[in-house]
């Protein structure tokens, strides 16, 4: 009788697992939310204004002006006045070299995960940051 029991608990854990498994998780918050909807899907002024937009919710917080960002503080000690600290205010920057350093960080920024960041995003505020001004 035991048995049965214990058989009878075991199908019934493993058909319950299995219909838990089959419902995907609902998730109602973003680390990051997309201020603008899916980056890359315009272009000229429109995607400059989705860049702007991604860097504002994603970088300023530590690339913004101030003397609270630290980003900015530590680029400003870095380069001594030689380039500007503001990420915005640089014109030597090239898309390419800017996902690099999200994805992968540099120093003490951390990089951001795909999960964190969308590859549009990332896209995004690189063709920002690299516009010609």
């Known amino acids: 009788m035991t048995r049965h029991v214990a058989l009878a608990a075991g199908v019934l854990c493993s058909i319950l697992s299995a219909a838990v498994l089959a419902t995907p998780p609902t998730v109602s918050w973003k680390l990051f939310p997309e201020a603008t909807g899916p980056a890359g899907a315009s272009t000229g002024k429109a995607e400059s204004q989705t860049g702007k937009a991604e860097f504002q919710n994603a970088c300023a917080i ?72």
């Open 62 to 133: 530590c690339h913004g002006a101030g003397p609270d960002r630290p980003g900015t503080s530590s680029l400003q000690f870095k380069y001594g006045g030689r380039l500007p600290a503001l990420l915005e205010e640089r014109t030597d920057l090239t898309a390419e070299r800017v996902k690099y350093y999200i994805r992968h960080g540099i120093a003490m920024m951390p990089g951001f995960r795909k999960t964190e960041l969308s590859d549009a995003q990332v896209e995004a505020i690189a063709n920002y940051l690299a516009r010609k001004r």
